[in-house]
């Protein structure tokens, strides 16, 4: 008997609203092969399938609603489909979804507002200007769209541009704690021109407890500490960090288990046979704030290598492989589902969602730091992948996490002693990687790329099978796949006050360095080499 689609779907919708998930589900089937309710009835029950943990029926089902969107004239409906199959990982479906005709000619400021939004989240900051200019002549954004606007212009390397519009933001809201951080870390600040001033009177206005006010501390200890008033920036750091700690939810207990079981378990060393024709991966992982971005744009000079950036594939796909929705994070239960996982289907699902970003060439990065918790399952499932690990001076590299306001990721950040923690946890898993998959593994240090760059960018091509090449050296930019807060990171010179930089706050650090000294593990003395690493600035991007 023939339905009414109209009336199935507002069923439908009641239905889910009241949180009747399979009775909404059962009428969305009802529409999903009826012409015009493919796509909304496909979407809703992705929706569906990722709130009941079903990633394989997530994936699928909004694949299949994406199938006909070229076809498609509800923007909104687009939108919503495009942000669906970001979350889901299928980022290739998602992008085509984006330039889908419909939204092209959208006329919805929101939509295109939120399209863009959505398109600077995964690293598209070009497509995303076009839709958010657009949505800019429609109507004014006011400060939310100069914010969005100033984000694509510095993505794309414009810091003149970038400047402009976070700045205009401010005069229609300068009560935009983010756009005040971006603001302090986007040059050396000096005194004839700082924005000390005005961060402490907007400090002073924030009310008691401000979700965003962590934001306003770190970059007022961002410009205090270029202004080398150490006692105030420590002060900025401190308050920032407590106010952070008490909004992230960390569980040091359950991170230590996550570890553990990961050295645990005991399982086969050697990888499946992958296609031969496919690019080969270059995983960099370590710690955040180690020199992976500088790594990759090493690499990205070097004309068989495509950079493309942090990439969320190798846990996305290891979600699907068990069948398992979750945060963009490993997690316990995600670590022991994958102990009975197929790593040849993991392989092969992570090069058939990741290959066209190599753009035609033979080798492509993923520099998605985190990536040292699946280090096991990078061996295991591609054992042709290069594994890279940037390793940098431990107080080093805690003290640069420590001055870092991560927006979700990595609650250990915000205290001293759980950073240090964490970093003596890091360590451990990267030496037990090391050791059940000898020759994997290449230790890259940050001290040597930056003192003795070529020695060390011939070690690092030879290990990844490419010939030399002294491009990757050079002092000119090359065109880049990436564009990110971190890909920014290279357009700022090393300077040597800011290697050593701890070392300004010796006298505050002192729990952070006693828990590293306690697990023996040390700082590299300083032996001239920071001295020399100013000298290095050539292979720094576009300068």
Request: proline fraction near 6%; hydrophobic fraction near 45%.
């Amino acid at each position: 008997m023939p339905i009414d689609p109209l009336q199935a779907w507002q069923e439908a919708e009641h239905l889910m609203s009241a949180g009747q998930s399979e009775p909404a589900a059962v009428r969305y089937q009802q529409l999903i092969d009826l012409d015009g309710w493919q796509s909304p009835a496909a979407l809703r029950l992705s929706t569906l399938a990722a709130r009941s943990g079903r990633m394989r029926d997530a994936v699928a089902f909004a694949l299949r609603a994406s199938a006909p969107s070229q076809q498609e004239d509800d923007a909104a409906l687009l939108e919503a489909l495009t942000r669906q199959l970001f979350d889901l990982g299928e980022i290739e479906a998602g992008l085509a979804c984006a330039q889908a005709p419909a939204l092209s000619s959208a006329y919805d400021p929101d939509v295109l507002r939120g399209l863009g939004q959505a398109l600077l989240s995964q690293s598209f900051p070009d497509l995303a200007e076009t839709f958010l200019q657009r949505a800019q002549r429609i109507r004014d954004g006011g400060a939310p769209a100069r914010y969005l606007l100033g984000l694509a212009a510095f993505y794309q390397g414009d810091e003149a541009e970038a400047e402009r519009a976070w700045e205009a933001a401010l005069q229609r809201n300068p009560m935009m704690p983010p756009v005040h951080r971006l603001l302090a870390k986007l040059r050396r600040q000096t005194p004839a021109r700082n924005h000390i001033d005005r961060l402490r009177a907007t400090v002073a206005r924030m009310p008691q407890g401000h979700p965003e006010a962590p934001w306003l501390h770190y970059a007022l200890f961002k410009e205090l500490d270029d202004m080398d008033d150490i006692e105030g920036a420590w002060q900025a750091l401190v308050q920032g960090m407590e106010a952070r700690r008490r909004q992230v939810a960390y569980d040091a207990v359950a991170e230590a288990r996550l570890f553990d079981r990961l050295q645990a378990r005991s399982v086969p060393a050697t990888g499946v046979a992958v296609s031969t024709t496919a690019p080969t991966p270059i995983f960099i992982v370590g710690m955040p704030r180690s020199g992976t971005t500088l790594l990759e744009q090493i690499l990205a000079r070097h004309p068989h290598v495509q950079d493309a950036g942090e990439l969320r594939d190798m846990l996305c796909q290891l979600r699907w492989v068990c069948d398992r929705v979750g945060g963009p994070h490993l997690d316990e239960a995600l670590c022991v589902a994958a102990e009975q996982a197929d790593m040849g289907l993991l392989g092969r699902r992570y090069l058939e969602k990741t290959a066209w970003r190599a753009n035609g060439r033979a080798f492509f990065t993923d520099k998605m730091p985190a990536n040292f918790l699946l280090v096991d399952h990078i061996a295991r499932a591609l054992p042709q992948a290069r594994i890279l690990h940037m390793v940098r001076d431990p107080m080093e590299v805690c003290f640069s996490n420590l001055k870092e306001l991560f927006v979700d990721a990595y609650p250990h950040t915000y205290d001293q002693r759980e950073m240090a923690a964490h970093f003596i946890r890091y360590r451990g898993l990267m030496r037990h990687w090391h050791s059940r998959h000898p020759g994997r593994i290449l230790d890259i240090s940050y001290e040597d790329l930056v003192r003795a760059p070529e020695a060390a960018a011939r070690r690092v091509l030879d290990f990844c099978g490419l010939a030399w090449d002294p491009d990757v050296l050079a002092m000119g930019p090359r065109t880049s796949s990436v564009a990110t807060a971190s890909a920014a990171q290279v357009r700022e010179p090393i300077h040597a006050r800011y290697v050593g930089q701890w070392r300004r706050y010796a006298h505050h650090r002192q729990p952070m360095q006693t828990a590293l000294d306690e697990a023996g593990v040390g700082h590299i003395e300083d032996t001239g080499a920071y001295r020399e690493m100013a000298g290095a600035i050539g292979m720094q991007k576009g300068r």
